[in-house]
């Protein structure tokens, strides 16, 4: 079989909150390749934070198993234990080329320079005048790079910044990416807003929303120049093209909690428009798949579309069967975790979600609530938000409480599921060998050096 090109495009705490999932923020091109591919609507990242997740995506391996607990940068310093575990490398292997322009977030220097231990053979992130990364010009970067001659199969990933929040000084916008404050007309935007489905309704949370579709305005602008610059370099034939992001907003109660709010992913595949490459031609067609998968599924999937040896690190598996109809499920359990974000304050959860039922389990009940500080997170501190402990365990019923609000645990009537939940999260747990198993909380790489 021919090699195909594979072009990773993602984003930053995007979650599911655009419009190919429903949701009424704008993002044409999105659509347009959604229609064009398969969207898979019960997609999960395996963490609820940046590095975790992508870490795990990237080795095909949960969090804790590749070393990835939390940030890579001060005062964590996490790093992969084994860097040649990284697509990139295994692709590079095979005979690609391969390139990344924009985040990575799974290296960081002093621990892991970039350059240094991911196996990228062309870093094209350009530099503004004081040596930080130009953001803006990421999309024209890769586009740049499609459009080359091309002697071999490449692998290319496309890391994009919004629509993560800024939190620099006193600017309220999510658009990190560039340099711009809240629009003159930022009232009547958030006016005729729906917030978040777990946020009340008021002026503060339609404010956020409405900075949040701001920044989701850019990404989709940004991912229309890369596809653009796939057909304009006829490259649709023979590509296998992803989008997704790392996991929920970077809103209260979304990123870095263990609900489906912070683990939910929007994912689109697009196969390549030649039937000669196979079954990978069936990620066509506008079709949505409601099968629960994974970001950790991707790894063995690029691997059986390139008909590559699956190595036996992987913790997930192929979406191939599903796209060919063989099954009707790939996973009767799907597994989540948090550990560290990026302090030195651990949020030690762990979570199991069958297609019915979500339990999470925490290991510190004083653990800090929130992330991203925003005007609604202030708001809500003002009721108490802050001292608000996580329970120990949490059950819910994902059938009549889709937003997570009820917890079970202590229901009578629930006493099997919860029984049962149990046992699938301690096993798990046991075989992929959790430090966390015996509620013992890893210490950061920099506080062991201290």
Same mark, same amino acid.
């Given at each position: ?308 040896? =699956? ?6 598996? +192929? %979406?191939?069967? &599903?796209?060919? !109809?063989?099954? @009707? ?56 938000? =802050? ?6 365990? +949490? %059950?819910?019923? &994902?059938?009549? !409480?889709?937003? @997570? ?46």
């Amino acid at each position: 079989m021919k090699k195909l090109n594979i072009i990773y495009i993602h984003a930053h705490d995007l979650g599911r909150f655009c419009e190919p999932m429903g949701y009424d923020i704008p993002a044409p091109n999105l659509m347009r390749f959604a229609k064009e591919g398969v969207l898979f609507r019960q997609c999960y990242a395996s963490a609820p934070t940046c590095a975790p997740s992508r870490a795990a995506l990237l080795t095909g391996q949960y969090p804790h198993c590749c070393g990835m607990l939390g940030l890579p940068s001060e005062p964590l310093g996490y790093s992969m234990n084994d860097y040649s575990r990284h697509i990139s490398a295994f692709l590079k292997q095979q005979g690609y080329s391969t390139a990344l322009v924009g985040a990575q977030h799974v290296a960081r220097e002093p621990w892991a320079p970039p350059e240094d231990v991911l196996a990228y053979d062309h870093f094209l992130n350009a530099e503004t005048r004081d040596g930080s990364l130009d953001k803006p010009g990421l999309a024209a970067s890769a586009a740049e790079f499609l459009e080359q001659e091309h002697e071999e199969p490449f692998f290319l990933s496309v890391g994009f910044f919004d629509p993560h929040r800024n939190n620099d000084g006193d600017r309220r916008t999510f658009i990190e990416s560039r340099p711009i404050d809240e629009p003159a007309d930022i009232d009547e935007r958030a006016r005729y807003c729906q917030p978040w489905p777990h946020m009340p309704d008021n002026a503060i949370t339609r404010r956020e929303m409405a900075n949040f579709r701001m920044g989701v305005a850019w990404l989709d602008k940004d991912v229309g120049t890369v596809l653009e610059a796939i057909d304009r370099a006829g490259l649709r034939e023979n590509s296998l093209v992803i989008f997704t992001t790392d996991h929920g907003p970077g809103v209260c109660e979304m990123k870095t909690t263990l609900t489906d709010r912070g683990t939910g992913v929007v994912t689109i595949i697009r196969g390549p428009s030649d039937p000669s490459y196979g079954d990978t031609s069936l990620f066509t067609g506008g079709r949505v798949i409601d099968a629960m998968t994974q970001h950790i599924d991707l790894y063995p999937t690029f691997c059986e579309a390139i008909n590559a040896e =699956k190595p036996d690190w992987l913790d997930g598996k +192929s %979406l191939m069967p &599903l796209i060919r !109809d063989e099954v @009707e499920e790939l996973h009767n359990c799907i597994f989540s975790e948090q550990t560290y974000h990026y302090s030195a304050e651990p949020r030690p959860l762990r979570a199991v979600r069958t297609k019915r039922y979500k339990y999470i389990r925490s290991y510190r009940a004083d653990a800090p609530r929130g992330i991203d500080e925003g005007p609604p997170q202030a708001w809500w501190k003002t009721f108490g938000y =802050k001292n608000m402990l996580f329970p120990d365990e +949490s %059950l819910f019923d &994902l059938v009549f !409480d889709p937003n @997570e609000a009820n917890n079970l645990a202590n229901s009578p009537d629930h006493a099997e599921v919860l029984k049962e939940m149990r046992k699938h999260l301690r096993d798990w747990m046991k075989s992929t060998d959790d430090p966390l198993i015996d509620g013992a909380i890893p210490i950061p790489p920099v506080g062991r050096h201290d």
